[in-house]
């Protein structure tokens, strides 16, 4: 048997299962329990100056980005 073959074996029958639990292991940790919080802070990410502009420099303020 040759290389292709066994690697495109392979694929076909491991590469498969790993690349599905690899996919469900990715959505539950997004919808694990308590991490809403998380989402909600980093969607607000984009808004979060849009009452006034950013500050000029931005290294003294760089801690508010942290926060």
């Given at each position: 048997m040759d290389t292709y073959s066994v690697l495109r074996h392979f694929?076909?029958?491991?590469?498969?299962l790993f690349m599905t639990?690899?996919?469900l292991g990715a959505i539950l940790w997004i919808l694990r329990?308590?991490?809403?919080a998380l989402h909600e802070e980093a969607a607000g990410i984009p808004f979060r100056h849009?009452?006034?502009p950013?500050?000029?420099d931005m290294a003294?303020?760089?801690k508010e980005?942290?926060?």
């Amino acid at each position: 048997m040759d290389t292709y073959s066994v690697l495109r074996h392979f694929a076909d029958s491991w590469g498969l299962l790993f690349m599905t639990l690899a996919f469900l292991g990715a959505i539950l940790w997004i919808l694990r329990p308590g991490s809403g919080a998380l989402h909600e802070e980093a969607a607000g990410i984009p808004f979060r100056h849009d009452d006034k502009p950013a500050p000029a420099d931005m290294a003294a303020h760089e801690k508010e980005a942290w926060k």
